[in-house]
C-alpha cells in the first residue's frame, strides 16, 4: 500500500519564478511600487542586497503551496513595495499571519514551532509552520487532516527546517562570503548560499544583487528538502508503520511485548523510540529484544539501545554467551543452531527464526 501511494510523491522542481520587472536585473527599479490592482499574480516580496539560506528557502516553500506556486518575486526595503505584495519573508520587523508578514528580526519576536522544539523561528520557520502541512499533503497526494502529513510535518521540521533556523540563531544565516572560512563544516549549505552573493572585492549594491541568484540558492536549499521529503515519504513513514503493526503482532508470541519480530528488516531504533514516547509506554513494557531475518536464511536477535543513538543496551545478551560461536554457543544456550553472540551482548544470530526467539525468550529469563 505504502510504496503505491508514495510512488505519487512529487520532487520538488525548481522554476525560477518571473521577475517583477522586465530587465534581467532587479537595479533600481525594483523599489518602485506598483499598485495591487496591476498585478497579474501573487507576489512575494523579501529583502534586496546580500540574500541568505532562510529566506530563500522560505521562498522555495511557499512556491510548493497553491497560492503563490507562480508567484513573482520582488526584493526590496522599501515599506511602499512591500505593501504591494501578497506575502512578505524576512524583511518588515513584522510577524503577523494574519496579515502574511513573516518576518523574525523585531525586538521582542519569540515565535517557537513548539512540539518540544524552542529554537527561535526564521523566516523558513515561519512559512514552514503555517505552510508545510499543505505543502507536503500537495507532493504526497494525501489530505491535509491526514495524520500521516502531520507525522511528515514534524519530521521534515526536526532534521532540514529545524537546521535553517538553528543556523540563523546562531548567525550562520548571515554570514558573507568574505568570512567563509569562519563557517563551520556543518554549516555548508548556508556557505554555498552565501557564496552566490558578491565577494569581496566585487561591487555590491541593490542594483548588483539581482533576483536571479537568490534563486540558484533556493535550487539549493530546496533540492535538499525535496530529498529529505522523498525519504520520508517512500521510506521512513513506511518502516514506522510496519514497525507499530509488528508491535501488536508480536504480543501474540510474547504478552509483555519485550521481544518485537520483524519479519523483515527495516531501520526501527528511531521509530521504536518515537513510538514509545509517543504511547507513553511503561518502563515494564518496553521493547528488550528485537528478532528479524537478516540478508541471508538466518535471524538476528538484537538488544534496544537505551537510545537510538546509544551503544549501550536496556539489556545485552547474556554474558556467558558473548564471543561464543556454532556448537559452542549452542552448548552453553542449550538452543540448536546458534551462530555467534557479539563480545558486547549487543547481538547475536541464530539459523531460524524459532531459534532466535529461543535464545530472546532465554535472555529474558537470565
Same mark, same amino acid.
Given at each position: 500500500?505504502?510504496?503505491?501511494?508514495?510512488?505519487?510523491?512529487?520532487? @520538488?522542481?525548481?522554476?525560477?519564478?518571473?521577475?517583477?520587472?522586465?530587465?534581467?536585473?532587479?537595479?533600481?527599479?525594483?523599489?518602485?511600487?506598483?499598485?495591487?490592482?496591476?498585478?497579474?499574480?501573487?507576489?512575494? !516580496?523579501?529583502?534586496?542586497?546580500?540574500?541568505?539560506?532562510?529566506?530563500?528557502?522560505?521562498?522555495?516553500?511557499?512556491?510548493?503551496?497553491?497560492?503563490?506556486?507562480?508567484?513573482?518575486?520582488?526584493?526590496?526595503?522599501?515599506?511602499?513595495?512591500?505593501?504591494?505584495?501578497?506575502?512578505?519573508?524576512?524583511?518588515?520587523?513584522?510577524?503577523?499571519?494574519? &496579515?502574511?508578514?513573516?518576518?523574525?528580526?523585531?525586538?521582542?519576536?519569540?515565535?517557537?514551532?513548539?512540539?518540544? @522544539?524552542?529554537? &527561535?523561528?526564521?523566516?523558513? !520557520?515561519?512559512?514552514?509552520?503555517?505552510?508545510?502541512?499543505?505543502?507536503?499533503?500537495?507532493?504526497?497526494?494525501?489530505?491535509?487532516?491526514?495524520?500521516?502529513?502531520?507525522? $511528515?510535518? $514534524?519530521?521534515?521540521?526536526?532534521?532540514?527546517?529545524?537546521?535553517?533556523?538553528?543556523?540563523?540563531?546562531?548567525?550562520?544565516?548571515?554570514?558573507?562570503?568574505?568570512?567563509?572560512?569562519?563557517?563551520?563544516?556543518?554549516?555548508?549549505?548556508?556557505?554555498?548560499?552565501?557564496?552566490?552573493?558578491?565577494?569581496?572585492?566585487?561591487?555590491?549594491?541593490?542594483?548588483?544583487?539581482?533576483?536571479?541568484?537568490?534563486?540558484?540558492?533556493?535550487?539549493?536549499?530546496?533540492?535538499?528538502?525535496?530529498?529529505?521529503?522523498?525519504?520520508?515519504?517512500?521510506?521512513? $513513514?513506511?518502516?514506522?508503520?510496519?514497525?507499530?503493526?509488528?508491535?501488536?503482532?508480536?504480543?501474540?508470541?510474547?504478552?509483555?511485548?519485550?521481544?518485537?519480530?520483524?519479519?523483515?528488516?527495516?531501520?526501527?531504533?528511531?521509530?521504536?523510540?518515537?513510538?514509545? *514516547?509517543?504511547?507513553?509506554?511503561?518502563?515494564?513494557?518496553?521493547?528488550?529484544?528485537?528478532?528479524?531475518?537478516?540478508?541471508?536464511?538466518?535471524?538476528?536477535?538484537? *538488544?534496544?539501545?537505551?537510545?537510538?543513538?546509544?551503544?549501550?543496551?536496556?539489556?545485552?545478551?547474556?554474558?556467558?554467551?558473548?564471543?561464543?560461536?556454532?556448537? &559452542?554457543?549452542?552448548?552453553?544456550?542449550?538452543?540448536?543452531?546458534?551462530?555467534?553472540?557479539?563480545?558486547?551482548? @549487543?547481538?547475536?544470530?541464530?539459523?531460524?527464526?524459532?531459534?532466535?526467539?529461543?535464545?530472546?525468550?532465554?535472555?529474558?529469563?537470565?
Amino acid at each position: 500500500m505504502w510504496p503505491a501511494l508514495f510512488s505519487r510523491v512529487r520532487s @520538488f522542481p525548481f522554476r525560477p519564478p518571473r521577475l517583477s520587472i522586465g530587465s534581467r536585473k532587479m537595479a533600481s527599479s525594483v523599489d518602485v511600487p506598483q499598485a495591487k490592482k496591476q498585478k497579474t499574480s501573487k507576489v512575494i !516580496g523579501t529583502h534586496n542586497g546580500t540574500f541568505h539560506c532562510d529566506e530563500a528557502l522560505a521562498v522555495f516553500l511557499l512556491r510548493h503551496t497553491a497560492v503563490y506556486r507562480d508567484a513573482e518575486v520582488k526584493r526590496s526595503r522599501d515599506p511602499a513595495v512591500l505593501e504591494t505584495c501578497d506575502i512578505v519573508v524576512d524583511v518588515g520587523a513584522v510577524y503577523d499571519e494574519s &496579515k502574511n508578514l513573516f518576518d523574525h528580526h523585531q525586538r521582542g519576536f519569540s515565535e517557537v514551532f513548539g512540539h518540544g @522544539f524552542e529554537t &527561535k523561528l526564521s523566516s523558513a !520557520g515561519l512559512v514552514y509552520k503555517h505552510f508545510g502541512q499543505e505543502i507536503i499533503a500537495n507532493q504526497t497526494g494525501l489530505a491535509v487532516d491526514d495524520n500521516k502529513v502531520t507525522t $511528515l510535518w $514534524l519530521k521534515m521540521y526536526r532534521v532540514p527546517i529545524h537546521r535553517s533556523d538553528r543556523r540563523c540563531g546562531q548567525r550562520y544565516c548571515t554570514v558573507s562570503f568574505r568570512s567563509q572560512a569562519q563557517i563551520p563544516e556543518q554549516h555548508r549549505l548556508s556557505s554555498r548560499v552565501a557564496s552566490l552573493n558578491p565577494v569581496w572585492n566585487q561591487p555590491s549594491s541593490p542594483s548588483i544583487l539581482d533576483v536571479s541568484p537568490i534563486f540558484e540558492s533556493v535550487g539549493v536549499d530546496g533540492t535538499r528538502v525535496s530529498r529529505k521529503l522523498n525519504f520520508y515519504a517512500n521510506a521512513w $513513514l513506511p518502516a514506522r508503520d510496519l514497525l507499530i503493526a509488528a508491535i501488536a503482532a508480536s504480543k501474540v508470541t510474547e504478552p509483555s511485548g519485550k521481544i518485537i519480530v520483524f519479519e523483515q528488516f527495516l531501520p526501527w531504533k528511531e521509530h521504536l523510540f518515537d513510538f514509545e *514516547a509517543e504511547s507513553q509506554t511503561p518502563e515494564s513494557e518496553k521493547a528488550i529484544y528485537i528478532v528479524y531475518p537478516d540478508d541471508g536464511e538466518s535471524w538476528r536477535v538484537q *538488544a534496544v539501545p537505551i537510545a537510538s543513538e546509544s551503544f549501550e543496551s536496556r539489556k545485552a545478551l547474556p554474558d556467558p554467551w558473548r564471543g561464543l560461536r556454532d556448537e &559452542k554457543l549452542s552448548a552453553a544456550t542449550g538452543i540448536d543452531g546458534c551462530i555467534f553472540v557479539h563480545a558486547s551482548g @549487543f547481538i547475536g544470530g541464530n539459523k531460524t527464526k524459532e531459534g532466535a526467539l529461543k535464545l530472546a525468550k532465554a535472555a529474558l529469563m537470565m
